[in-house]
């Protein structure tokens, strides 16, 4: 019998349990080792369908997502001791036999995968402030101009996402000069429209970009007029609209995280733009205790502080730097490559089997996919390979 486990954990609602099910058909699939799950049985709509299972009573207090962090957090005071232990969410998706290969990676006391954004921007995820609130009160001005003054606008959500593939297709093109140089040229000799691609083309006329349908997915827009309008400031620059404070008003960052943790636990991080770790996927073992304890205790305390949202990452991203493991290896992303629907740069050649999340400047075999949204999607092209490992 091996020393190794994968753990999930899992409370509560139905659509958690069926997520977890459908995770562990694809590890049977491609592990050799033994799968534990972690539960609150109790709590549970539907039984767990695996034959080990730890039944762990929850504080009764807790709602049920509370419980799930209770136990994840606090993970090894619930597990057979001189083990080296891979925790799993539950929508973290093995693809090959590769998956295995993650517990040769593990480093002392503790070792994650890094998350899809750093700190500056995860901080009104998981803590109360009106950051985000604030910040579409300005793109709605932002909106409204557009609407009132120049007679168009982009609100609709598909039309905002191909708006974005679009400008991922100029910020690739900025980064070749003879591709730029091309670009241009076909640009400069086309008459009333020039289609950059088969998808976009732009009106001259109305200088508007647009989608076949016709739809408008991005336009030119009179700065100073919108500058007067409405306040925001345009910086010719970084070609970005702030507000009056010098807030992207397309970003929803701010410093609260990093306030409320120095203020909370006496801990300062002092990089405020960290890259920090993502709490679905982790290796540890009982060289972990301490970190672990840590990160529980600093959990359960925000649980009762109304300005902190029930969440771990917040209390993780606190219990690194109080250990000083800001600089400590991180796994690949080929062990938790985390899916994210609305980045456009997350592609997958399916004939190679890599995956990117920055269109092929870089990319992986993965051995797990992490889906934390959009799951299930059979319209999207990441979960459609990802039916067809199992």
């Not at 168009?152 to 400008?167: A, C, R, S």
């Not at 690739?172 to 241009?184: I, P």
């Not at 992986?364 to 039916?387: D, R």
Request: proline letters at 2%; charged letters at 25%.
């Amino acid at each position: 019998m091996s020393n190794n486990f994968f753990v999930f954990v899992v409370c509560g609602k139905r659509e958690h349990i069926d997520t977890l099910h459908l995770s562990l058909q694809y590890l049977k699939k491609y592990s050799k080792f033994e799968i534990l799950i972690l539960t609150d049985s109790s709590r549970n709509e539907i039984e767990i369908l695996h034959d080990q299972v730890i039944d762990v009573k929850t504080p009764t207090q807790y709602s049920h997502h509370q419980a799930s962090i209770y136990l994840k957090t606090g993970i090894h005071k619930f597990l057979p001791k001189n083990n080296l232990y891979c925790y799993l969410d539950t929508d973290v998706v093995a693809v090959s036999a590769s998956c295995d290969d993650i517990f040769n990676e593990f480093s002392t006391p503790i070792k994650f995968a890094v998350d899809h954004c750093k700190v500056r921007k995860f901080s009104s995820s998981a803590v109360n402030c009106d950051c985000q609130k604030n910040r579409e009160i300005d793109r709605q001005k932002f909106f409204k101009f557009n609407k009132d003054i120049l007679g168009v606008t982009v609100t609709d959500p598909f039309l905002i996402e191909k708006g974005k593939e679009l400008q991922f297709q100029f910020d690739q093109l900025k980064k070749s000069f003879f591709k730029k140089l091309y670009t241009a040229m076909r640009f400069f000799l086309s008459r009333n429209q020039f289609h950059l691609d088969e998808q976009f083309y732009f009106n001259k006329k109305n200088k508007t970009w647009h989608i076949k349908s016709g739809d408008v997915v991005m336009y030119d827009i009179d700065v100073e007029k919108m500058q007067n309008a409405t306040g925001l400031i345009y910086n010719k620059w970084t070609k970005k609209w702030y507000n009056q404070k010098g807030e992207d008003i397309w970003h929803d960052e701010c410093n609260h995280l990093t306030e409320y943790i120095a203020e909370t636990f006496n801990i300062v991080v002092n990089n405020k733009n960290w890259q920090h770790w993502n709490g679905g996927v982790f290796l540890f073992d009982d060289s972990s205790n301490l970190f672990l304890d840590a990160w529980h205790n600093k959990t359960m305390q925000i649980f009762k502080l109304s300005n902190w949202k029930v969440r771990d990452q917040g209390t993780l991203i606190a219990t690194a730097w109080e250990f000083g493991l800001a600089n400590h290896p991180t796994l690949s992303k080929k062990f938790n490559f985390i899916a994210d629907y609305n980045n456009n740069g997350v592609q997958i050649n399916t004939k190679t089997e890599h995956i990117t999340d920055d269109g092929f400047i870089t990319s992986y075999q993965p051995a797990f996919v992490h889906v934390y949204h959009n799951w299930g999607n059979k319209s999207w092209p990441i979960w459609q390979w990802i039916e067809s490992k199992l």
